[in-house]
């Protein structure tokens, strides 16, 4: 009979031990369910207001622009004469016809036309067939409708090369009337 009373509560002993250390597990729950497709509420688009730069007109451009800025972009182009001439050529006609276009767009401006030479003649020479080059090409201008006052001339001779150089192809660049504009 001990030995029963032994055994039975060494297995007492040992069922109340196995229950006290069970680990209780914790029950996981099930993960949710994927998310369908579903439509996204619509965000409103919020555009960032546009800062417009005032529209300036090419006349208020011109206006902004110093006169040195001008004629380095050059607005009006250069006429080419023949050796020992002053009269306009034939390819000059659509130059100075564009010059006058150019010029009637922008009414206040005032130029300078420069008239040059090669370097071959007398110094003397050349400043009165550079004035008479610059005379002719003003001449032109004001046929086409450009008023004299607003046209300016001046020779420089051959001292103003546009080529520095001493063959036909130099002297023929230095040949010319260039157009400066000196007030706008």
């Known amino acids: ?31 949710p369910p994927a998310p369908q497709a579903q439509e996204q509420p619509k965000a409103e688009k919020v555009e960032q207001p546009v800062v417009k730069e005032p529209v300036l007109s090419e006349e ?5 622009k110093t006169l040195e800025q001008i004629n380095q972009e050059k607005p009006l182009a250069m006429i080419f004469f023949d050796y020992d001439r002053y009269e306009i050529r034939n390819d000059a006609g659509p130059v100075l016809e564009a010059n006058a276009q150019w010029l ?9 036309v420069e008239g040059h030479c090669d370097e071959r003649g ?7 067939l550079g004035e ?26 051959k001292s103003q090369p546009l080529d520095p150089g001493h063959d036909e192809n130099a002297w023929a660049k230095n040949r010319r009337a260039q157009f400066l504009i000196i007030e706008k």
């Open 122 to 128: 007398t110094e003397e020479y050349n400043l009165a």
């Open 60 to 64: 208020e451009i011109f206006q902004k």
């Open 104 to 112: 009637k767009s922008y009414p206040t401006v005032k130029i300078l």
């Open 1 to 31: 009979m001990k030995k029963l009373l032994i055994f039975s509560l060494s297995v007492i002993l040992i069922l109340s031990l196995s229950t006290a250390c069970k680990k209780k597990v914790k029950e996981v729950p099930p993960p």
């Open 132 to 157: 008479k080059r610059a005379r002719s090409a003003m001449n032109y201008l004001v046929s086409l409708g450009i008023s004299p006052e607003r046209v300016r001339i001046i020779s420089y001779g």
